[in-house]
Antibody, heavy 117, light 106 residues
């Protein structure tokens, strides 16, 4: 079955750029919408944005100025870059699959990113 | 910006019915989804399109959505249902989550 796996550095310095990749296995990335979400320890879920396999993106208004998403269909991967990070950006970052304007039906296991010098 | 409001906590006795609400302006005009997140795990989709259950989700989980409130109902609650529950909807091409409700089975 389709699985998602996040990867990337677990520690990022303040003011630097957080970079994560999500690998889609067991299915094609050329359908559905592919999302990034995050959850600060002990807090709720926050949607960061999505990318479609065509490269179309939609970002959360609160993070839009710092977020860039990209997709590599040849590798079945999509990626997140979040610039100028601060301590408040420390969280578990999840990639997830969604249908347009609907639900998130498949999630990765999440990866913890800490922002610290 | 659009907001979804959930009670921070709900407590239920084993075997009883728990109801978790999610309130938002005219939420009934949007599709609501519900997620269960157990400690240390990723969220799992419980209910989509207000009341639909994905395959593999027990029948004791049900959902409704009308007016300004979506409700997740857990019938015959079991100890394994103790978790955080989140509602979610789309508003103007943006995803909104409720703050989450901790369900305690005591």
């Amino acid at each position: 079955q389709v699985q998602l796996q996040e990867s990337g550095p677990g520690l990022v310095k303040p003011s630097e750029t957080l970079s994560l990749t999500c690998t889609v296995s067991g299915g094609s990335i050329s359908t559905y919408y592919w999302n990034w979400l995050r959850q600060p320890p002990g807090k709720g879920l926050e949607w960061i944005g999505y990318i479609y396999y065509t490269g179309t993106t939609n970002y959360s208004p609160s993070l839009k100025s710092r977020v860039t998403m990209s997709v590599d269909t040849s590798k079945n991967q999509f990626s997140l870059k979040l610039s100028s990070v601060a301590a408040a950006d420390g969280a578990i970052y999840y990639c997830a699959r969604s249908r347009p304007q609907l639900d998130f039906d498949l999630w990765g296991r999440g990866t913890l990113v800490t922002v610290s010098s | 910006s659009y907001e979804l409001t959930q009670p921070p906590s709900v407590t239920v006795s084993p075997g009883q019915t728990a109801s978790i609400t999610c309130s938002g302006d005219q939420l009934g005009h949007k599709y609501a989804s519900w997620y269960q997140q157990k400690s240390g795990q990723s969220p799992v989709l419980l209910i989509y399109q207000d009341s639909q259950r994905p395959s593999g989700i027990p029948e004791r989980f049900s959902g409704s959505n009308s007016g300004n409130t979506a409700t997740l109902t857990v019938s015959g609650t079991q100890a394994m249902d103790e978790a955080d529950y989140y509602c979610q909807a789309w508003d103007s091409s943006t995803v909104v989550f409720g703050g989450g409700t901790k369900l305690t089975v005591l």
